[in-house]
Structure formats: structure tokens, C-alpha cells
């Protein structure tokens, strides 16, 4: 392989022909919300939708109880409700995630500790035990782009020490581990419908729960406290939130959740698929699921290995860019390093020490600082990784041509 073949360097792309694309909503996302219209009410208290998405969820997720809210980061909120998270409560979660799994701890007083995980990028159950301390309330446990986490050993930890354990499925629809759908080892499930995830309704989650009580204290949390689901002697007794889902997002649900399996077995088969057809590329190393786990694979995660290559992962990822493949450096998923944790300001308007910099700066003195070298595998996991994107509608040509594409360039860069 000649460098000057290199699309980056004038040669043809290996990528011809465009990504497939396809419509996400067709006739019965249409034909359910003409149905909610027609209801003459789009509050799930008296419709149709929503309920009906909630009870699908239950079938989806193994799980006897299901709250639909607004967000995915509504779903991990509720979930740390449920786990009894409150002030000064500790929070152990993985640094490589997106907001929605760390906003709900801050809102609620508590705080992120978070753990290292494993160069595969998994949360581990080793790794989680360290971090444990008298605070320690709760586990969030991420499973990644599809990767289901090894979330039964932290399930076992979890139990044995007294932990919650918050399973957060953002971008896990459909994953499995030892054939068990993830989001029913803990106590909570925490799933999105935002419009980047497997399924969406443009903005949208479901939390999945275990137990019957913590059912009635997270419905009425995501319903200003109306006890409306329950025989009402609850009636705003307590403090609640609105984090409602409406009936056009449970009617758009019902009509995703019917074809949930099959865009995530499709996610499955591509990149699958890719994965095979990389095995042996020189330079870089694919991650891999756990043995015992099914991906739904949202992107697929290479790591360069810096030492078999004569450029740099910037290098490599701008030329795989150039032959036309979807992909980007992994540096950017990051929580450590962003302002909220760097800076350690929630309520910039709030005068005090304490409140500036509470929850980072507990009333009784506890004082949390967030350095990327308390994670060595996650900062060195964000100078090597390339994410390459996996779309529902992609076609085998599609995956054909990314892996030459992938295949060409690694091969021009190898030493
Ligand atoms: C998207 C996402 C969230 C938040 O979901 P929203 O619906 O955007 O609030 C939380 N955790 C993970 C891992 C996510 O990918």
C-alpha cells in the first residue's frame, strides 16, 4: 500500500457510494399520534399512550415497574430516587458518559466519585470497590454505545455492601449480558428517547423498576407528588419534581417500541459485521463486548496503538475522514475535564463558599476535587480511542467499504 493511494493525499475514496439513510417515523407514529390528538387530551393521566408505552417497557426490560419521564437524565434521576440518594450522599460513577448520568446526583445534593474503568472502557467491579467509602450511596453503572458493562458483579458488590445500584441503558438499547437485557440487574433502568439514541421521540426516558414501593415514591416524584397512579392518600405529602412525559411522546414511543428488536438486532448485525471484518488491522486494537454480552453497538471504539503506527491518532482518524468514513477522536466524552467539574460551579449565583461550590464543598467541610490522574485507563483511553459510527440504516455495503476503508489507511500507517 502506497501513501499517495491515501484519499487524504489525493488517492480515491474508499468510501463511494453515500451511507444509507431511511425515515426513523412512518405510518403508525402517525397513525398513534392522530389517535393521542383525538383523545382530546395529551396528559397521561387521562390518555392512552403513555400507559401503554409503560407497560410495553415492562415486557422490554424484565422489570415488574415502569415510569416514563422527560429525559434520559430525568430516567437517572428518578433512578437515584429511587436508590435514596440525598445531600452528601457519594455517588460512584465512570467519567466516560454523557451529563444525563451525573446531573441528577448534583441536583440532588450528592456527589460524583468516579471510578476508573478498565481499558475496555468498562466500569469494574474492582475498581468501584476502591472508591467505596461511608458516603457511598449508590452506583451508576453506564453501559456504553451498546457495550453492556459487567454489571452482575457490580450488582453482587452492590448488594453486598448496602449499595443502590442505577443502571444507566441511554445508549444500551438492546444490549444483553448472559442473555439478560441490562437496566434489570439493579435496582433502576434508566433509559433515554432523546433523538441520538436506538429509538427516539425527541426527547423522552423510561425508568425501570424492581420494587413495588420504590415504584410509588419515583411516580410520584416525577408527577409533583399527585399520588395520581396510587389510592391518593400520598397526595403532595412530599417535595416532587414534574418530569411528566406527555401522550404525543407515549404515542411516538408505542410506535418505536414496536420495532425496538429489530433496529437494535440491526445495530447488533452491523456491527458485528465490522468488527469481523477487521480483525488483524494492523495498529489499532477494536474493543470488543464482554464474552457473555450481546451489543447493540451505537459506534464501534478502535485504539490506536501508537508504537506499530508512524502518525498519530489525529492523523489517522483526519484520513479515515477523508476516505469518507463516519468517525471521530474519543476525546471529547469526558466529564472530569469539563468546566462543572474543573470550575465546581452549580449555582453561580449563590453567594457563599459553601453555596457556589456546594455539592463539590460539603456544609460539613468535605471538599471534592476532580483530577483526570485519579483515572489513568480513562485519560489514557481519551488519547487513543476513534469512534466509528454505526447507523440503523446502514447496508452491508456500507460496512463492506468502512472496514476497507479502515483496512487501507491502517495499512499505509503501520510501521
Ligand atoms: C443521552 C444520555 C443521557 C441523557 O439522556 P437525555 O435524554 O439526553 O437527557 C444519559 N446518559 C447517557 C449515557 C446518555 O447517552
Same mark, same amino acid.
Given at each position: 500500500m502506497q501513501n499517495h493511494e491515501l484519499a487524504i493525499n489525493g488517492g480515491p475514496k474508499a468510501k463511494k457510494s453515500p451511507y444509507g439513510t431511511g425515515k426513523?417515523? *412512518?405510518?403508525?407514529?402517525?397513525? @398513534? &399520534?392522530?389517535?393521542? &390528538?383525538?383523545?382530546? /387530551? =395529551?396528559?397521561?393521566? +387521562?390518555?392512552?399512550? %403513555?400507559?401503554?408505552?409503560?407497560?410495553?417497557?415492562?415486557?422490554?426490560?424484565?422489570? #415488574?415497574?415502569?415510569?416514563?419521564?422527560?429525559?434520559?437524565?430525568a430516567a437517572v434521576h428518578l433512578g437515584l430516587i429511587a436508590a435514596g440518594v440525598g445531600p452528601g450522599d457519594e455517588v460512584i460513577v465512570t467519567p466516560n458518559t454523557d451529563q444525563?448520568?451525573?446531573?441528577?446526583? =448534583?441536583?440532588?445534593?450528592?456527589?460524583?466519585?468516579f471510578t476508573d474503568p478498565a481499558m475496555n472502557l468498562n466500569p469494574s467491579a474492582e475498581d468501584i470497590e476502591k472508591r467505596i467509602t461511608e458516603y457511598t450511596k449508590a452506583v451508576v453503572v453506564v453501559h456504553l454505545t451498546g457495550y453492556a458493562a459487567p454489571v452482575d458483579k457490580i450488582a453482587e458488590l452492590c448488594t453486598a455492601r448496602g449499595i443502590g445500584l442505577v443502571e444507566d441503558c441511554a445508549q444500551s438499547w438492546g444490549a444483553k449480558l448472559n442473555g439478560k437485557m441490562v437496566g434489570s440487574f439493579g435496582d433502576a433502568g434508566c433509559y433515554s428517547t432523546n433523538d441520538y439514541k436506538h429509538i427516539s421521540t425527541g426527547d423522552g426516558g423510561f425508568v425501570a423498576l424492581r420494587d413495588e414501593s420504590l415504584y410509588r415514591r419515583v411516580s410520584n416524584y416525577s408527577d409533583k407528588h399527585y399520588d395520581r397512579l396510587f389510592d391518593g392518600s400520598l397526595r403532595q405529602k412530599h417535595h416532587a419534581l414534574n418530569y411528566r412525559m406527555g401522550? =404525543?411522546?407515549?404515542?411516538?414511543?408505542?410506535?418505536?417500541?414496536?420495532?425496538?428488536?429489530? !433496529?437494535?438486532?440491526?445495530?447488533?448485525?452491523?456491527?458485528?459485521? *465490522?468488527?469481523?471484518? &477487521?480483525?488483524?488491522?494492523?495498529?489499532?486494537?477494536? %474493543?470488543? #463486548?464482554?464474552?457473555?454480552?450481546?451489543?447493540? +453497538?451505537?459506534?464501534? !471504539?478502535?485504539?490506536?496503538?501508537?508504537?506499530?503506527?508512524?502518525?498519530?491518532?489525529?492523523? %489517522?482518524?483526519?484520513?479515515?475522514?477523508?476516505?469518507?468514513?463516519?468517525?471521530?477522536? @474519543?476525546?471529547?466524552?469526558? =466529564?472530569i475535564r469539563k468546566r462543572l467539574f474543573q470550575e465546581r460551579i452549580v449555582r453561580p449565583w449563590m453567594a457563599t463558599r459553601e453555596?457556589?461550590?456546594? #455539592?463539590? %464543598?460539603? #456544609?460539613?467541610?468535605?471538599?471534592?476535587? +476532580?483530577? !483526570?490522574?485519579? /483515572?489513568?485507563?480513562?485519560?489514557?483511553?481519551?488519547?487513543?480511542?476513534?469512534?466509528?459510527t454505526i447507523d440503523t440504516f446502514y447496508t452491508d455495503a456500507d460496512i463492506e467499504e468502512v472496514a476497507a476503508g479502515i483496512w487501507k489507511v491502517l495499512s499505509a500507517y503501520a510501521i
Amino acid at each position: 500500500m502506497q501513501n499517495h493511494e491515501l484519499a487524504i493525499n489525493g488517492g480515491p475514496k474508499a468510501k463511494k457510494s453515500p451511507y444509507g439513510t431511511g425515515k426513523r417515523y *412512518l405510518d403508525k407514529e402517525l397513525e @398513534y &399520534l392522530r389517535d393521542a &390528538l383525538e383523545q382530546n /387530551t =395529551l396528559f397521561y393521566g +387521562y390518555g392512552k399512550w %403513555v400507559k401503554r408505552a409503560c407497560a410495553m417497557m415492562c415486557e422490554y426490560s424484565g422489570m #415488574p415497574y415502569v415510569v416514563a419521564c422527560s429525559s434520559g437524565s430525568a430516567a437517572v434521576h428518578l433512578g437515584l430516587i429511587a436508590a435514596g440518594v440525598g445531600p452528601g450522599d457519594e455517588v460512584i460513577v465512570t467519567p466516560n458518559t454523557d451529563q444525563g448520568s451525573v446531573l441528577g446526583i =448534583l441536583e440532588e445534593g450528592a456527589v460524583p466519585v468516579f471510578t476508573d474503568p478498565a481499558m475496555n472502557l468498562n466500569p469494574s467491579a474492582e475498581d468501584i470497590e476502591k472508591r467505596i467509602t461511608e458516603y457511598t450511596k449508590a452506583v451508576v453503572v453506564v453501559h456504553l454505545t451498546g457495550y453492556a458493562a459487567p454489571v452482575d458483579k457490580i450488582a453482587e458488590l452492590c448488594t453486598a455492601r448496602g449499595i443502590g445500584l442505577v443502571e444507566d441503558c441511554a445508549q444500551s438499547w438492546g444490549a444483553k449480558l448472559n442473555g439478560k437485557m441490562v437496566g434489570s440487574f439493579g435496582d433502576a433502568g434508566c433509559y433515554s428517547t432523546n433523538d441520538y439514541k436506538h429509538i427516539s421521540t425527541g426527547d423522552g426516558g423510561f425508568v425501570a423498576l424492581r420494587d413495588e414501593s420504590l415504584y410509588r415514591r419515583v411516580s410520584n416524584y416525577s408527577d409533583k407528588h399527585y399520588d395520581r397512579l396510587f389510592d391518593g392518600s400520598l397526595r403532595q405529602k412530599h417535595h416532587a419534581l414534574n418530569y411528566r412525559m406527555g401522550e =404525543l411522546q407515549g404515542a411516538v414511543a408505542v410506535a418505536q417500541l414496536e420495532k425496538v428488536d429489530s !433496529i437494535t438486532s440491526r445495530h447488533h448485525e452491523l456491527g458485528e459485521n *465490522l468488527r469481523s471484518r &477487521l480483525e488483524g488491522v494492523p495498529g489499532v486494537n477494536v %474493543v470488543s #463486548p464482554l464474552p457473555d454480552a450481546e451489543c447493540s +453497538y451505537k459506534w464501534i !471504539i478502535m485504539q490506536v496503538k501508537e508504537d506499530e503506527l508512524s502518525v498519530d491518532r489525529k492523523q %489517522v482518524v483526519s484520513s479515515l475522514q477523508a476516505e469518507g468514513i463516519s468517525c471521530s477522536s @474519543y476525546d471529547g466524552y469526558d =466529564l472530569i475535564r469539563k468546566r462543572l467539574f474543573q470550575e465546581r460551579i452549580v449555582r453561580p449565583w449563590m453567594a457563599t463558599r459553601e453555596g457556589r461550590m456546594y #455539592p463539590f %464543598v460539603q #456544609p460539613d467541610g468535605r471538599d471534592y476535587t +476532580y483530577d !483526570i490522574e485519579n /483515572t489513568p485507563n480513562h485519560k489514557r483511553a481519551m488519547e487513543i480511542g476513534i469512534v466509528v459510527t454505526i447507523d440503523t440504516f446502514y447496508t452491508d455495503a456500507d460496512i463492506e467499504e468502512v472496514a476497507a476503508g479502515i483496512w487501507k489507511v491502517l495499512s499505509a500507517y503501520a510501521i
